[in-house]
Structures are given as structure tokens and as C-alpha cells.
């Protein structure tokens, strides 16, 4: 009998031992979710993360994701992250994670474990903005956006030449002065 109570005392531990796991498992998850969404710059540590943001509903469009959006990506570099982000804003689109792979070099292998976070949204040509690079544009591309006028565009350029290139558009409106209704209706034609 004293052994049937030593054993059933030792399964009981054992249970709330592993209860007691699954529930600190449980909080890590919850933390580590937490932090996933509340921080648009967490970078994902392993693949367990992938899936738990994947399960979140994070989603990278791969289409339009920023450089930030990929160095969220485990292993993936910075250059790796410009290069892809230079390549769609030059108009290349991403149909399919073996695009991802044959653009970066990698096997596919690689890559495939990070679909469950990577989103393919295809863009119309026509539809999607050409965006102007603002520290390398002539006056008469700046020109050709919409609204913006050849006053405006020189004194971008006069800018520019005079005291280097624009960081951002907090710089250029600082810079510049311009209104925030200008800002609003540019910042979808430009990028730096």
C-alpha cells in the first residue's frame, strides 16, 4: 500500500509538473506573440516564430515589403533585403516563393519554410504608382508627377544640390517648408 501512495503522490507531480510546463510554455508563447505584434521590427529567431506570426496573421507582401519588412525574415541580409526591395519597386513581381529563391540565389529549400508569412498580392502595372527617386530625379521627372509643377520641382533639385540629399519626407518638408496636405498627395509618388 505505501508503495501505491508513493507511486500515485509521484504521478500526481508529475502531472502538475508537466501542467506546469505546458503553462510556462504557454506564457512564452503569449509574451513572445505579443511581442511579434505589437513590434512591426521584430525580427523573427527560428521558425517556431514563423509559424506563430503566420498564426497571428502577420503576412509580408512580398510585392511591396519594405527593407524593414524583410530583415525581418531569419538569415535573410541587408543586401539581400535592398536588392529584393530595389527589384519590385523597379517593377519585378514575385509570383511564388521559387521566384523569391532564384532571385536571391538560394535553394528553394531554404526558402520554403517562410511561406506561411509571405503574402504574393499581384499589382496591376497600371494601377501601381511609379515612384520617383527623389536624390537622383531631373527637374522634369520631378516635374512629371502629378500636381507637383516646375516651381516646386527646381526647388527640390536647388535643394538637393545645395544641401545633400533628402533624407526622408520629414526632411524634405523641414527643409522646404511645405504644407502637409503637399506631403500627403507626393509621398505616394516618391521614394529616396
Not at 521584430?42 to 515589403?65: C, K, M, P, T
Not at 530595389?86 to 532564384?102: K, P, R
Not at 538560394?106 to 501601381?128: A, N
Request: glycine fraction near 4%; include cysteine.
Amino acid at each position: 500500500m505505501a508503495f501505491l501512495d508513493w507511486f500515485s503522490k509521484q504521478s500526481r507531480s508529475q502531472m502538475l509538473g508537466s501542467q506546469m510546463l505546458k503553462s510556462l510554455r504557454s506564457i512564452r508563447v503569449t509574451r513572445k506573440g505579443s511581442c511579434i505584434l505589437n513590434d512591426p521590427f521584430y525580427r523573427f529567431q527560428s521558425l517556431d516564430e514563423i509559424r506563430l506570426a503566420a498564426s497571428l496573421g502577420i503576412q509580408i507582401d512580398v510585392n511591396q515589403a519594405s527593407v524593414d519588412d524583410w530583415l525581418r525574415i531569419p538569415g535573410l541580409s541587408i543586401h539581400q533585403a535592398r536588392m529584393l526591395t530595389q527589384l519590385s519597386q523597379s517593377g519585378v513581381q514575385f509570383f511564388c516563393v521559387e521566384d523569391l529563391a532564384a532571385a536571391l540565389g538560394l535553394s528553394l529549400q531554404r526558402l520554403k519554410p517562410l511561406e506561411p508569412i509571405l503574402s504574393f498580392c499581384y499589382y496591376d502595372e497600371d494601377c501601381m504608382t511609379q515612384r520617383v527617386n527623389l536624390n537622383t530625379a531631373s527637374v522634369e521627372e520631378l516635374g512629371s508627377i502629378p500636381d507637383m509643377g516646375t516651381v516646386l520641382a527646381r526647388a527640390i533639385v536647388r535643394n538637393r544640390v545645395s544641401n545633400g540629399p533628402y533624407k526622408n519626407l520629414v526632411d524634405l518638408q523641414k527643409r522646404l517648408s511645405l504644407p502637409s496636405q503637399t506631403v500627403s498627395h507626393l509621398m505616394h509618388y516618391l521614394n529616396f
